[in-house]
T-cell receptor, first 111, second 115 residues
Framework: GNSVTQMEGPVTLSEEAFLTINCTYTATGYPSLFWYVQYPGEGLQLLLKATKADDKGSNKGFEATYRKETTSFHLEKGSVQVSDSAVYFCALEGAGNQFYFGTGTSLTVIP | KAGVTQTPRYLIKTRGQQVTLSCSPISGHRSVSWYQQTPGQGLQFLFEYFSETQRNKGNFPGRFSGRQFSNSRSEMNVSTLELGDSALYLC??????????????FGPGTRLTVT
């Protein structure tokens, strides 16, 4: 079956630190992979996506590369800001367009 | 363009009651998906509707049901509420199914509390 596992939080970083949030998946076939972000008091928003192996999704300084060999889609940012404080969700879209989300990783960036 | 709207935003119900939540997708969007978000389980897929037909259903009991109307608005119903049904219920819409090509836009959610 399909599933997504992402690193437990919460994660607390100082401003300008490097961020990595790990995400691995189990899937049949070749899913599309996504990162969504939920800012405090707001709904989920698409952050980035990758639809095939070796694709790199990027947005707002965040990047993630679809690694089929390691079934991973780790989220990275070189220098986080206070405004990046949010909950981040890794997700996959499997057959029939059904979505599977990870449990979310809460990130707090302190000045 | 107005975003996805969900009503009501907050709801308190008693065990055993039933509840209906509503979702209005972005104008022109015909696909609507529902998710349950809880601290312990994260986001779990409930069901997806497209052109008034349920395309997919997640692993939830039959107490959870939904429908979509000809104007693409969707409702979900939970009967015989249990304490464990307390959650944030999120609705998402897209032009057609397939988030790889067509972005899903999420509503703010309905916070259901069962006492």
């Amino acid at each position: 079956g399909n599933s997504v596992t992402q690193m437990e939080g919460p994660v607390t970083l100082s401003e300008e630190a490097f961020l990595t949030i790990n995400c691995t998946y189990t899937a049949t076939g070749y899913p599309s992979l996504f990162w969504y972000v939920q800012y405090p008091g707001e709904g989920l928003q698409l952050l980035l996506k990758a639809t095939k192996a070796d694709d790199k999704g990027s947005n707002k300084g965040f990047e993630a590369t679809y690694r089929k060999e390691t079934t991973s889609f780790h989220l990275e940012k070189g220098s986080v800001q206070v405004s990046d404080s949010a909950v981040y969700f890794c997700a996959l879209e499997g057959a029939g367009n059904q979505f599977y989300f990870g449990t979310g990783t809460s990130l707090t960036v302190i000045p | 363009k107005a975003g996805v709207t969900q009503t009501p935003r907050y709801l308190i119900k008693t065990r055993g009651q039933q509840v209906t939540l509503s979702c209005s997708p972005i104008s022109g969007h015909r696909s609507v998906s529902w998710y349950q978000q809880t601290p312990g389980q994260g986001l779990q897929f409930l069901f997806e509707y497209f052109s008034e037909t349920q395309r997919n259903k997640g692993n939830f009991p039959g107490r959870f049901s939904g429908r979509q109307f000809s104007n693409s608005r969707s409702e979900m119903n939970v009967s015989t509420l249990e304490l464990g049904d307390s959650a944030l219920y999120l609705c998402a819409s897209s032009l057609v199914p397939g988030a790889a090509a067509y972005e899903q836009y999420f509503g703010p959610g309905t916070r259901l509390t069962v006492t």
